[in-house]
């Protein structure tokens, strides 16, 4: 009940093209649904959040888009760059601690 | 900008030696966070700490395992007879709030035991 579920693994995308990373959770009691972008060696480093009151936050080219009801979200990339090749974490959080899916390997093609 | 930092980067241990990872919280942060990363796994949970004490700790987070604030900066995770599958990233992190507010990470220790 505690797991994140993220899917896909892996995704190329085109240069200017749209990443969607999407993530699942069972956990009614998760109060806070941050993303994590993480470069090789590095820690992650937060992206984007969103709370269960809101259904779509943006924030430049990155959107959580939440159903509450279908407990899933996801994020979107709009003009996919080079620059965002990286594994992308979703987290939720209850209490004092992130559980975190197993990551999206992403790798935009110039 | 302010940071989480964490020393070493990199530290090889032998298997039952104790080794200790240190971090530097965010200066107005009062929430701060263990985590490890196996290679090419997700990120865990190890423990969370506040006010000085536990708030949360994982399973993973056993009797070899210790936190401590020793002084009003530094956060320190102790292990104290490592093994090799005790070989990860551990990273640090801290929040102004609690976990359901902004987590900000350091940038790892990699912990080899050998």
């Known amino acids: 009940q505690q797991q994140v579920k993220q899917s896909p693994q892996s995704l190329i995308v085109q240069k200017g093209g749209i990443s969607i990373i999407n993530c699942a959770y069972e956990?009614?009691?998760?109060?806070?649904f941050p993303w994590y972008q993480q470069f090789p060696g590095k820690g992650p480093a937060l992206l984007i959040a969103?709370?269960?009151?809101?259904s779509e936050k943006k924030e430049g080219r990155f959107t959580i888009s939440f159903n509450k009801s279908a407990k899933q979200f996801s994020l979107h990339i709009m003009d996919s760059q080079p620059g965002d090749s990286a594994t992308y974490f979703c987290?939720?959080?209850?209490?004092?601690?992130?559980?975190f899916g197993k990551g999206t390997l992403l790798t935009v093609n110039p | 900008e302010p940071e989480v930092t964490q020393t070493p980067s990199h530290q090889v241990t032998q298997m039952g030696q104790e080794v200790i990872l240190r971090c530097v919280p965010i200066s107005n942060h009062l929430y701060f966070y263990w985590y490890r990363q196996i290679l090419g796994q997700k990120v865990e949970f190890l423990v969370s700490f506040y006010n000085n004490e536990i708030s949360e700790k994982s399973e993973i987070f056993d009797d070899q395992f210790s936190v401590e604030r020793p002084d009003g900066s530094n956060f320190t995770l102790k292990i104290r007879s490592t093994k090799l599958e005790d070989s990860a990233m551990y990273f640090c992190?801290?929040?102004?709030?609690?976990?359901?507010?902004?987590?900000?990470f350091g940038q790892g220790t990699r912990l080899t035991v050998v």
């Open positions: 969103i709370r269960p009151d809101v």
């Open positions: 992190a801290s929040s102004e709030h609690r976990a359901n507010t902004e987590a900000f």
């Open positions: 987290a939720a959080s209850s209490n004092y601690k992130l559980t």
């Open positions: 956990n009614t009691a998760f109060d806070y």
